[in-house]
């Protein structure tokens, strides 16, 4: 038997009634025929060219079931609910699905949040639902795979087909529809048991999941308080212990490397490189005590040998120190000077809980610039009490910024310097506090070693002072870094200023100041001879007026003196708990920094300068 392919046009409506099929060949020899699938081959008016009407005892819409299927679970849909991407899908499949709240998508991937975080909350898709119970109510869905036939009006774009039943299948659906009548009631209230305890599940999960999330920021917040307060107490405490060590092993290296040297030296030609050191005995109670308060290091005692013999008449040295001393002019605060005695900062400072700070400068607008040797910062301090600050540390991790002393400004503020005792480079930073070109101290084809600056100063000039404390030297550049020239200092120079071509400079292990001409002439020295009693001189700065303010350390004082040595008047700072290292002056305000108890006080002289 030969076959031929049927092609449908608009002409003809449909396969012909006078075309046979192999569904009239096989129904001829006695065979029930279904058809599966789609037909297009045309309906005709009144479905005139049905399958029905080609031999074929049963027609399945297999496109209409796959249609009807959700594509998570592939059964029929059960109370389909619409996602905010469009797609379609059973509510058991989106209960399986939902976690805290939100539903990810099967096909898609996209998210839907719900608000409330139930199924209940999406939209139902009542096309789906309709056509469902549609199919459902004119048995368009077969059961146990016996499928009734359809026909339509014309047209299956999408509507209802119409019946052609057989008397058996009437009584069949008669039976179905009394059992699922009898059913139903209960079944259907079952279901909404069941969703209900599905919903309250999920309520309970959620919540679950909100509390735990809750609690486990909130550990997160406190641990990073409390691992925060640890770090600035090891800022605070240790790192400052180990910078000490650090500090007091470099000394010990550095000695033993001066003394080869200078042994060598010696052998070749006969000659010592620097004069004897002629200072007085080392007193070994104030040796401790600057020891414990770490501001003392191997440098200051002298020669190693002279330390050694100190060390030998231990037992034979009067350990009441002070009782030669001139006492101080007052041992409590005086109440003239408490009332101008106040903090630079207040409560609302934004500083480090560990901010150490130790060498300032006043720029010419007021502009306090205080050195944070702790945090390796600076802080820039405005007469308003604003407080902006910047890091002093490489992006390339260097440390060297561990042991920043002081800072002076020139160019008219435009210019910061910034010495560290670690390193023999200058830092220097714009007003905008971007790095610019560094000054380097080495001085070629010298016998000094490595240069070890503590105090910067500037002059008239803008000349840059540098008190090199490893070589017992000044050294005199310009802004450029050119060296001008160097002179040797009497002592170990710690801090200095300059003020109309008159240097002064700090010498702790000394207990004095030197007062020097910009060209190296010693001129006096301040000391206990010359009516000044010092313990420990650390910060030195002039008034406008040619006054010399110096800050004692062990003695907890500020004290004041002209260039020929006459003490004006001390102010007694232990009362206020103050150990004063950096100082320096703008107008009639003096500043004193204190880096033990982590502050910077001002005292107004206003009355006492014009007294």
Same mark, same amino acid.
């Given at each position: 038997?030969?076959?031929?392919?049927?092609?449908?046009?608009?002409?003809?409506?449909?396969?012909?009634?006078?075309?046979?099929?192999?569904?009239?060949?096989?129904?001829?020899?006695?065979?029930?025929?279904?058809?599966?699938?789609?037909?297009?081959?045309?309906?005709?008016?009144?479905?005139?060219?049905?399958?029905?009407?080609?031999?074929?005892?049963?027609?399945?819409?297999?496109?209409?079931?796959?249609?009807?299927? %959700?594509?998570?679970?592939?059964?029929?849909?059960?109370?389909?609910?619409?996602?905010?991407?469009?797609?379609?899908? %059973?509510?058991?499949?989106?209960?399986?699905?939902?976690?805290?709240?939100?539903?990810?998508?099967?096909?898609?991937?996209?998210?839907?949040?719900?608000?409330?975080?139930?199924?209940?909350?999406?939209?139902?898709?009542?096309?789906?639902?309709?056509?469902?119970?549609?199919?459902?109510?004119?048995?368009?869905?077969?059961?146990?795979?016996?499928?009734?036939?359809?026909?339509?009006?014309?047209?299956?774009?999408?509507?209802?087909?119409?019946?052609?039943?057989?008397?058996?299948?009437?009584?069949?659906?008669?039976?179905?529809?009394?059992?699922?009548?009898?059913?139903?009631?209960?079944?259907?209230?079952?279901?909404?048991?069941?969703?209900?305890?599905?919903?309250?599940?999920?309520?309970?999960?959620?919540?679950?999941?909100?509390?735990?999330?809750?609690?486990?920021?909130?550990?997160?917040?406190?641990?990073?308080?409390?691992?925060?307060?640890?770090?600035?107490?090891?800022?605070?405490?240790?790192?400052?212990?180990?910078?000490?060590?650090?500090?007091?092993?470099?000394?010990?290296?550095?000695?033993?490397?001066?003394?080869?040297?200078?042994?060598?030296?010696?052998?070749?030609?006969?000659?010592?490189?620097?004069?004897?050191?002629?200072?007085?005995?080392?007193?070994?109670?104030?040796?401790?005590?600057?020891?414990?308060?770490?501001?003392?290091?191997?440098?200051?005692?002298?020669?190693?040998?002279?330390?050694?013999?100190?060390?030998?008449?231990?037992?034979?040295?009067?350990?009441?120190?002070?009782?030669?001393?001139?006492?101080?002019?007052?041992?409590?605060?005086?109440?003239?000077?408490?009332?101008?005695?106040?903090?630079?900062?207040?409560?609302?400072?934004?500083?480090?809980?560990?901010? #150490?700070?130790?060498?300032?400068?006043?720029?010419?607008?007021?502009?306090?610039?205080?050195?944070?040797?702790?945090?390796?910062?600076?802080?820039?301090?405005?007469?308003?009490?604003?407080?902006?600050?910047?890091?002093?540390?490489?992006?390339?991790?260097?440390?060297?910024?561990?042991?920043?002393?002081?800072?002076?400004?020139?160019?008219?503020?435009?210019?910061?310097?910034?010495?560290?005792?670690?390193?023999?480079?200058?830092?220097?930073?714009?007003?905008?506090?971007?790095?610019?070109?560094?000054?380097?101290?080495?001085?070629?084809?010298?016998?000094?070693?490595?240069?070890?600056?503590?105090?910067?100063?500037?002059?008239?000039?803008?000349?840059?002072?540098?008190?090199?404390?490893?070589?017992?030297?000044?050294?005199?550049?310009?802004?450029?870094?050119?060296?001008?020239?160097?002179?040797?200092?009497?002592?170990?120079?710690?801090?200095?200023?300059?003020?109309?071509?008159?240097?002064?400079?700090?010498?702790?292990?000394?207990?004095?100041?030197?007062?020097?001409?910009?060209?190296?002439?010693?001129?006096?020295?301040?000391?206990?001879?010359?009516?000044?009693?010092?313990?420990?001189?650390?910060?030195?700065?002039?008034?406008?007026?040619?006054?010399?303010?110096?800050?004692?350390?062990?003695?907890?004082?500020?004290?004041?003196?002209?260039?020929?040595?006459?003490? %004006?008047?001390?102010?007694?700072?232990?009362?206020?708990?103050?150990?004063?290292? #950096?100082?320096?002056?703008?107008?009639?305000?003096?500043?004193?920094?204190?880096?033990?108890?982590?502050?910077?006080?001002?005292?107004?002289?206003?009355?006492?300068?014009?007294?």
């Amino acid at each position: 038997m030969q076959w031929q392919v049927f092609v449908s046009s608009a002409t003809n409506g449909g396969l012909q009634h006078d075309e046979l099929t192999m569904a009239e060949v096989f129904k001829e020899k006695g065979y029930d025929t279904r058809l599966l699938g789609k037909w297009h081959i045309g309906n005709g008016p009144g479905g005139k060219y049905l399958p029905m009407r080609h031999g074929f005892d049963y027609w399945v819409l297999d496109e209409v079931r796959h249609l009807l299927n %959700c594509p998570v679970c592939y059964q029929q849909y059960e109370h389909p609910r619409r996602l905010s991407c469009e797609h379609v899908f %059973c509510s058991p499949c989106l209960k399986k699905l939902l976690y805290e709240g939100v539903i990810k998508c099967p096909e898609c991937r996209l998210q839907t949040t719900l608000l409330p975080p139930t199924i209940n909350s999406l939209p139902s898709c009542i096309i789906i639902q309709r056509f469902i119970e549609g199919l459902s109510k004119n048995n368009n869905i077969c059961d146990n795979d016996k499928c009734l036939s359809n026909t339509s009006n014309g047209n299956l774009n999408g509507e209802l087909v119409e019946n052609v039943e057989r008397p058996n299948d009437r009584k069949l659906d008669k039976l179905k529809n009394s059992i699922r009548l009898k059913y139903q009631p209960t079944i259907d209230h079952l279901k909404e048991k069941k969703r209900s305890i599905e919903d309250n599940l999920n309520s309970v999960r959620n919540s679950i999941n909100y509390f735990t999330h809750e609690l486990t920021k909130e550990i997160q917040t406190r641990r990073s308080q409390l691992m925060e307060e640890v770090t600035c107490y090891e800022r605070r405490w240790l790192k400052p212990l180990e910078c000490q060590i650090d500090g007091l092993e470099m000394e010990v290296h550095e000695q033993i490397s001066f003394a080869l040297f200078q042994e060598d030296v010696f052998s070749k030609t006969g000659e010592l490189i620097s004069e004897v050191d002629t200072r007085s005995p080392v007193d070994l109670p104030d040796v401790r005590d600057a020891f414990e308060c770490g501001r003392l290091s191997l440098s200051d005692t002298g020669m190693l040998q002279q330390l050694r013999e100190q060390i030998s008449l231990l037992g034979t040295i009067n350990e009441d120190r002070n009782q030669n001393y001139m006492p101080s002019i007052s041992s409590a605060p005086r109440d003239d000077f408490a009332k101008e005695i106040t903090s630079v900062f207040n409560n609302q400072s934004n500083l480090p809980c560990n901010f #150490g700070p130790q060498g300032m400068c006043v720029e010419r607008n007021g502009v306090l610039m205080v050195v944070d040797s702790w945090n390796r910062m600076c802080h820039e301090v405005t007469p308003t009490n604003l407080i902006r600050s910047f890091s002093l540390t490489d992006d390339d991790g260097d440390r060297s910024s561990a042991n920043l002393y002081d800072v002076t400004s020139i160019d008219h503020g435009r210019k910061l310097i910034f010495s560290n005792i670690s390193s023999p480079i200058l830092k220097t930073f714009d007003h905008t506090f971007n790095k610019t070109t560094s000054i380097d101290l080495h001085i070629p084809s010298s016998f000094q070693l490595q240069p070890s600056p503590f105090g910067l100063a500037r002059d008239r000039r803008d000349y840059i002072y540098v008190a090199d404390k490893r070589n017992r030297v000044i050294q005199v550049r310009e802004q450029s870094g050119k060296l001008v020239r160097q002179f040797p200092c009497n002592g170990i120079p710690r801090y200095i200023d300059v003020w109309n071509d008159i240097l002064v400079v700090s010498d702790s292990g000394n207990k004095c100041c030197y007062i020097y001409s910009v060209d190296g002439r010693l001129l006096s020295t301040i000391d206990q001879k010359s009516g000044v009693h010092f313990e420990m001189p650390m910060g030195v700065a002039f008034h406008e007026k040619g006054f010399i303010f110096a800050a004692d350390y062990l003695k907890k004082c500020v004290c004041a003196f002209r260039i020929s040595g006459q003490l %004006c008047f001390e102010v007694d700072l232990s009362g206020y708990k103050i150990n004063p290292e #950096g100082i320096t002056v703008h107008r009639n305000t003096v500043y004193i920094s204190d880096r033990l108890n982590s502050t910077v006080i001002k005292i107004n002289l206003t009355e006492f300068l014009t007294i």
